[in-house]
C-alpha cells in the first residue's frame, strides 16, 4: 500500500517546526507577559459536550468519533439502528458518544464549569493544542490545525477587552506582521435582529452575514430571503453592512441606526470605550480596504464581521493580515454565559485565538520569518578514525554544556559525505580532528559558508563565536 495522510493533514519537517516553534514562542511570551496561566485539556470531549454551541453550520464539522467494536449481538443489533438513525440525519449514541474537539473555547467552558469552586477569580487562562474540523481542505484552511487561546473568565470588566486587543497588537507586532484588528459587538447585531422582526433572527442574521467576505452581497441577501427575512427587513441588513467611513464615523451610523434600542446603545457604547481607549494605531482611511499604507495594526470597526458563533455575547474580535488574501489569523469575543451550558452560570468571559497555521502561511508568504530561526547544530564535528571520535565527543559534550548544538559524525568516511551532510542539514560548521591534530592538542574550524578555516587549542574551542 502506497502510504498517505489524511486529507487536510500534514507532517512538518525540521524547518517547518522551527518557524512554527518561533510563532508559538513569541504567543506564549505574550501570554505570560500578560499574567495568564497555561492549561491543556483532552483532545477528545464527550459529543454532547460540544454539540449545540457552534452554531449549525459548526456543528457539521465536528469530526466525531466511532464508539468501540461490538462485544456481542444485542450490541450490534443497536448500532444497526444507529446507523439508520444517522442515515435519516438523526444522531444516536450507539454509534459515537465522543468527539475531537472543535476549538479550545468549549472545552476550556467545560473545565471552568467542573472546577469552578477551586479557581481564583478572574481566571486567565492560554491554551496551545490541536482541533480538528471536517471542513473542505484549502489554503489556510486545515482539518487539524494548532489554536492558541486566551481567556478570562470571571469578569464583565471591558479592561479584559483592552488588553486582548494590546496582545494582539503585541503578538503581531513582535512577528513584525502588520495587521488589522476588526471589532464588532453581538449586542449591536441583536438590536439589528429585533428591528429585523425579532432577537430570534439573530442567529439567521449572524450565519448569513458571516459569509459576506466569500459569498458577496446578492448572494447574502438570497440566503437571507431564504431564511424568511422579509424585502424591508434586508434592505436594512444591507445598509448596515455598507457603513463605511472613519471608526467615527461608523459609531455616528450605528447611533441613528439604533437610536432608542437599548440594546444597540450598549453595545454601541462598549464598541466605542474600546476604541476611545485603546493605544493601537486608529483606521483613518474612508474604508476598511484603503488602508495598505499603513504599516502599524489597525483598530477598524467592522459591521459585517459576525462570528457566527451562538456563545457569543459582546465584543467580538477578528484579525487579519494586511497586503496577503488569506481569511482571518485571528479571532474571538465576549461570551457572558458560556459556563451556564454545564450548570455554572452566570460567569462572564472573553478571550481570543490565534491560527497559527495560517499565521505561518502569512509570515512565509511574506518572507517574515527571521534568518536564525532555521538555527539547529552549529558544529559537526568530522569522525576520522576511533581514537578522534572520542575526543572529538569529549569536546561536542564540552560544547553543548555551554549550550552550543553540535554533533559528531556517526561513523568514519570521506570528507565529501561529511560535507554533504553539514550542507544538507544547514549546518554552518565543521571541526576536523585527524590523528595529526589530536596529537599538537587542536582542531581546525571550518566556515562552510566563506571557507575560512581557523586552528583553535582544545581548551579555546568552547569560547569560539559560532555565527554564520
Not at 443489533?77 to 446507523?83: I, L, Y
Not at 464588532?184 to 433572527?201: P, S, V
Not at 437571507?224 to 451610523?253: D, H, P, S, V, Y
Request: charged fraction near 25%.
Amino acid at each position: 500500500m502506497k502510504p498517505s495522510l489524511p486529507q487536510g493533514t500534514r507532517d512538518f519537517d525540521a524547518a517547518t517546526v522551527r518557524k512554527r516553534n518561533y510563532i508559538f514562542t513569541t504567543i506564549k511570551n505574550v501570554f505570560e507577559l500578560y499574567g495568564f496561566q497555561p492549561l491543556e485539556t483532552p483532545a477528545m470531549e464527550q459529543l454532547e459536550t460540544l454539540m449545540g454551541k457552534y452554531g449549525e453550520e459548526g456543528d457539521k464539522l465536528i469530526f466525531k468519533i466511532l464508539n468501540n467494536g461490538l462485544d456481542n449481538a444485542d450490541k450490534a443489533a443497536k448500532v444497526k439502528a444507529g446507523f439508520e438513525k444517522v442515515l435519516e440525519g438523526k444522531s444516536s449514541t450507539t454509534i459515537t458518544e465522543r468527539a475531537l474537539r472543535y476549538d479550545l473555547t468549549i472545552p476550556f467552558a467545560r473545565y471552568v464549569a467542573m472546577n469552578y469552586n477551586q479557581l481564583t477569580l478572574p481566571f486567565k487562562r492560554y491554551q496551545l493544542q490541536p482541533v480538528w474540523r471536517a471542513d473542505r481542505p484549502q489554503k489556510g484552511r486545515y482539518r487539524e490545525f494548532y489554536q492558541c487561546d486566551a481567556d478570562v473568565v470571571g469578569s464583565k470588566s471591558l479592561l479584559n477587552e483592552l488588553e486582548l486587543v494590546a496582545m494582539y497588537a503585541t503578538v503581531f507586532d513582535r512577528l513584525n506582521l502588520p495587521v488589522e484588528i476588526r471589532l464588532n459587538n453581538r449586542k449591536i447585531l441583536t438590536a439589528l435582529a429585533e428591528q429585523c422582526g425579532g432577537a430570534d433572527k439573530m442567529t439567521s442574521i449572524a450565519i448569513a452575514i458571516d459569509k459576506l467576505d466569500k459569498i458577496g452581497m446578492d448572494k447574502v441577501k438570497e440566503e437571507l430571503q431564504q431564511r424568511g427575512l422579509l424585502e424591508e427587513q434586508i434592505l436594512l441588513i444591507q445598509r448596515f453592512l455598507e457603513i463605511n467611513g472613519t471608526n467615527e464615523e461608523k459609531l455616528a451610523t450605528l447611533r441613528s441606526i439604533f437610536s432608542g434600542n437599548e440594546t444597540g446603545e450598549t453595545g454601541i457604547s462598549e464598541l466605542e470605550y474600546i476604541i476611545q481607549t485603546s493605544n493601537v494605531k486608529r483606521q483613518t482611511s474612508n474604508t476598511k480596504h484603503q488602508i495598505s499604507d499603513i504599516e502599524h495594526q489597525t483598530l477598524v470597526i467592522d459591521p459585517t464581521l459576525a462570528r457566527g458563533l451562538n456563545y457569543y455575547t459582546g465584543t467580538i474580535f477578528e484579525v487579519k493580515a494586511l497586503n496577503v488574501k488569506i481569511g482571518s489569523i485571528g479571532g474571538g469575543g465576549r461570551y457572558d454565559d458560556l459556563t451556564g451550558l454545564f450548570g455554572v452560570p452566570n460567569v462572564p468571559g472573553v478571550g481570543i485565538s490565534f491560527g497559527v497555521d495560517r499565521i505561518y502561511d502569512v509570515l512565509t508568504e511574506i518572507n517574515g520569518f527571521p534568518a536564525d530561526v532555521h538555527t539547529g547544530t552549529q558544529l559537526l564535528f568530522f569522525n576520522l578514525g576511533e581514537l578522534e571520535a572520542l575526543k572529538a565527543f569529549d569536546l561536542m559534550q564540552q560544547l553543548r554544556a555551554k549550550g552550543i548544538p553540535a554533533e559528531l559524525f556517526h561513523e568514519p568516511a570521506k570528507f565529501d559525505k561529511q560535507f554533504k551532510y553539514a550542507e544538507r542539514k544547514g549546518i554552518p560548521y565543521v571541526a576536523i580532528l585527524g590523528s595529526k591534530e589530536l596529537e599538537s592538542g587542536e582542531v581546525v574550524v571550518k566556515n562552510l559558508a566563506t571557507g575560512t578555516q581557523t586552528p583553535l587549542s582544545f581548551a579555546a574551542l568552547t569560547d569560539f563565536s559560532f555565527t554564520k
